[in-house]
């Protein structure tokens, strides 16, 4: 059974920081890993789709590596703003014939202006 | 081009209630999947559907839960009787290509509570 690991649970930087965001899977037999951001009470948003044959993936300040064989993925956030503040999430799809996405418990990450 | 739909974002209901809550994919999108978020917990699955089928419900509560995705109109998920556990944020998500190869886009969620 696939598990997903983050690390930190909770994150407090100052702004203008860079920083990264780490998960770990137990299950190296990935489809694709997502990672999102949930802001408090609103939905998902995705971020970055890096599919198992990928390295990473960037999409402005945001950076996300990937790891498959010692199953690990980092979200790097370059130029930390208050606007990032918000839960981020890992999520990973296996390689079988399971569908659903296997969610991290999240970092919770705070700005300070 | 509207990104996930669910309603109502907001549902109380009296123990003992059926609560019906939905959801309309990205348009073009024929996968649709259900995710709960109990408070102080992670997202889990529950359920994928595409048109009219059932693909994998191996998260749904063998009770009182069900879901359809009917030919037209939104997905439903529907949970009768409820009772104070059912309390939790409901997701909604969907996909053009199956299992997710294009990555997932959610809903904004529908809250329920039950009083």
């Known amino acids: 059974k696939q598990e997903v690991t983050q690390i930190p649970a909770a994150l407090s930087v100052p702004e203008g920081e860079n920083l990264v965001l780490n998960c770990s899977f137990t299950d190296s037999a990935i489809y694709n890993l997502q990672w999102f951001r949930q802001d408090p009470g609103k939905g998902l948003t995705s971020l970055l789709l890096?599919?198992?044959?990928?390295r990473e993936q960037t999409s402005g300040r945001l950076n996300a590596s990937l790891d498959k064989s010692s199953g690990r993925s980092t979200l790097y956030i370059a130029a930390s703003q208050p606007g990032d503040s918000a839960t981020y999430l890992c999520a990973v799809i296996n390689s079988g014939s399971a569908r659903q996405l296997t969610f991290g418990s999240g970092t919770q990450l705070t700005v300070l202006p | 081009n509207a990104g996930v739909m669910q309603n109502p974002r907001h549902l109380v209901r009296r123990r003992g209630q059926e609560a019906r809550l939905r959801c309309s994919p990205v348009?073009?999108?024929?996968?649709v999947y259900w995710y709960r978020q109990l408070p102080e917990e992670g997202l889990k699955f529950m359920v994928y559907l595409q048109k009219e089928n059932i693909i994998d419900e191996s998260g749904m509560p063998k009770e009182r839960f069900s879901a359809e995705f009917p030919k037209e109109g939104p997905s439903i998920l529907r949970i009768q009787q409820v009772v104070r556990g059912d309390s939790a944020a409901y997701f909604c998500a969907s996909s053009a290509q199956g299992r997710g190869g294009d990555g997932y886009t959610f809903g904004s969620g529908t809250r329920l509570t039950v009083v």
């Open positions: 348009k073009g999108h024929s996968h």
């Open positions: 890096i599919q198992s044959s990928q």
